[in-house]
């Protein structure tokens, strides 16, 4: 008899078997397809456990950072401790601060009950006292004395709305995450990196960047802030102090309408905009944030572009609250 | 047969092809369009699950698998064509890793006994 707990639950575990086959017995959560750690169809997340190599072989670092593994290759006995990809604690959160840092988007500052224990580019799903729950993405580091988000307004939205009204101010809410692997992961620090994104993608964008500055990231770093016009961009002070603050740091303003005011932004998707200024992405880490249709049709063409898959991290947002998915490499 | 996965040089030959293979893939319109609308990160994964089988690694996908994977592939057209253009990225990726021909015999050959579950026939 081995021991293995999934989602908390105890579940039948012969020694020899995989905790795969003792969950498709039970009927519970994942079903195989290959049961040779390739297909990702049986990702889960463990809790506690001795996982052998070959349960992670060739999964991103950045799945494995998560806990990541394939149940078909881990073999009884145990014990093992899993949970889904997506499964993440909650905690209680108040709402300390309300700021709006442009046209239609707010500073939100959330105080937790407890420290969350995230990374930055990480994001958590935001569940207001009536039940309407929406993921929100982290711009803040665990160091800064909020949680901050920065949330953009969908005219007529369940949720967004609400932050731009100041009765928002001290109510409770409750967070569940952190959630996510669009995360900068030290140690190649002369890589370059470009981090892309429209509207609020520059909010996980901001986190990723002073997380990797904050690392010593010595590299060239390229953050591309792209939106329709210069009014939807946000945030260019700080931005250019933080560019003038770190000689390896450049910030560019994209935007699809010829700008009246600033004549430094350039008209050009972000797309077009990144690859104008280099041949290739070989060999550059990529960070694509924002609009998940945007994000999932640049993250394709910088794959064309040379970029590495596993080089590729990105958080789209979509519009409904996401389930966990696999993300293998 | 795991001969010819060793000799390939294994899980991290399959890491080292897996990009150009699907880079090749997305870049011919003519089977670009069968991987539209998919997640990249699970696509990456499948396609190693696909290298994998091909270089004669360990798997435990059977006939069926291959049938039910495929089978909404079929309904937006997929033909013998496909499955030839396939056999030959896979051969041009293996020539770039400087991989042998005789080598790359084997490999298509390993795709070749596929090719009916792939169409369901
Ligand atoms: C991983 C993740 C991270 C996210 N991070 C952020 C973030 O940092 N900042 C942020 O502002 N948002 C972020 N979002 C989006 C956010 O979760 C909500 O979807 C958004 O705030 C709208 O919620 P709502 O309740 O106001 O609107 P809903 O009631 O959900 O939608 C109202 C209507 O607007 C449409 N709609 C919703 N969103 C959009 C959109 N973006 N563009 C066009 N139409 C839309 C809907 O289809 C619907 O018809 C993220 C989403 C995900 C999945
Ligand atoms: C030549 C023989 C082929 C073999 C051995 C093969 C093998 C595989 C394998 C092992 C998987 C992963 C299945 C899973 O775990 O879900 C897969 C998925 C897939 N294959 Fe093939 N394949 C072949 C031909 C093709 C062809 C010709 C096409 C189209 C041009 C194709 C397109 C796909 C797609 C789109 C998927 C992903 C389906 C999904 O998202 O679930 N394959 N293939």
Redesign the interface.
Known sequence: MGELHYRGEPVAFETGESALDALERADLGPKGVCRAGLCGACLVRVRAGDVPERARQGLAPRMVAQGAAFACCLVGPGPFDLVDLGDAGTCQATIEVLETIGRDVVRVGLRTEMPLDFRPGQYVVLERADGIERSYSIASLPSDAHVELHVRRTPGGALSPWFFDAGALGQSVRLRGPLGTCCYEPGRPDQALVLAGAGTGLAPLLGILRDALAHGHRGPIDLYHGARDEGGLYYRAELGALARAHQNLTVHGCVLAEPAVDRTLRTLGLGDAVLADRSTLEGTRVFLCGDGTLVKSLKRRFFLAGAASRDLLSDPFELSPKPARVAGA | MTDLYQRLGG?PA??AA??RF??RM??DERVAHFFDDT????Q???Q??FL?MAFGG????SGR?MRS?HAPLLAKGLDDSHVDIVVAHLGGTLKELGVDDSTIGEVAAIAESVRNDVLSR
Do not use: C, S, W
Request: aromatic share 8%; no cysteine.
């Open positions: 899980a399959v890491d897996v990009d699907y880079r997305l870049a997640d990249m990160d699970g990456i994964q499948k190693k699950a994998t360990p798997h435990n996908y698998d994977a």
